[in-house]
């Protein structure tokens, strides 16, 4: 396995970054049909990158996998199917992370490859919706990384320490407010 490096997005990247969310999206998002995958590709390319920082990953000089933030957004994470459980996914949310301490995401409830993924990585499920354009049910997750699962962390005076892959305060469980989206 060649070496894994993290780089900002830049526009000779597109056709790459496309078909790593082309092939993921396949294997994560079956139950989505082909003309909406069409209609999000043409997005992603003119509306979502430009208006994202975006981080890719390459693995040996091949991009393999990519990250876009929208503020404390996680508008998407993406990897090859052909370089799944690598490390990148981990790679770029760790480095997700390091850039905003407080991350928010949307995952469609039947995506179990992202579920898994995010459940692992520590997000926690703060809400749920309906997408309106395919009418599925989309849950809104939390990441908050000066609360990272692993060892006991004190912010003021709230101790917060891992359980079953959760966190959960010393005194009581409190539950994460998402902000209302538009």
């Not at 994202?52 to 404390?72: N, P, R």
């Not at 692993?150 to 409190?174: F, I, K, M, N, V």
Request: net charge negative.
């Amino acid at each position: 396995m060649g070496q894994l490096a993290i780089r900002p997005y830049g526009m000779n990247d597109l056709r790459a970054v496309l078909d790593v969310w082309d092939a993921a999206s396949r294997v994560a998002h079956p139950f989505l049909d082909e003309a909406f995958l069409a209609k999000e590709r043409r997005e992603i390319a003119e509306v979502h990158l430009p208006n994202a920082e975006t981080w890719v990953c390459e693995l040996g000089g091949v991009v393999a996998g990519f990250v876009a933030l929208v503020g404390e957004e996680v508008g998407g994470l993406f990897v090859h199917p052909e370089h799944h459980r690598k490390g990148i996914g981990r790679a770029l949310m760790d480095h997700s992370s390091g850039l905003r301490e407080v991350l928010y995401l949307d995952v469609f409830e039947e995506n179990r490859v992202g579920r898994a993924f995010y459940d692992r990585y520590g997000f926690e499920v703060v809400g749920e919706r309906v997408h309106e354009e395919t009418g599925r049910r989309q849950l809104r997750m939390h990441f908050d990384a000066r609360f990272r699962t692993g060892s006991t962390q004190r912010s003021g005076d709230l101790a917060w320490r891992p359980r079953s892959g959760r966190l959960a305060h010393e005194r009581q469980e409190q539950a994460l407010v998402a902000p209302e989206r538009p």
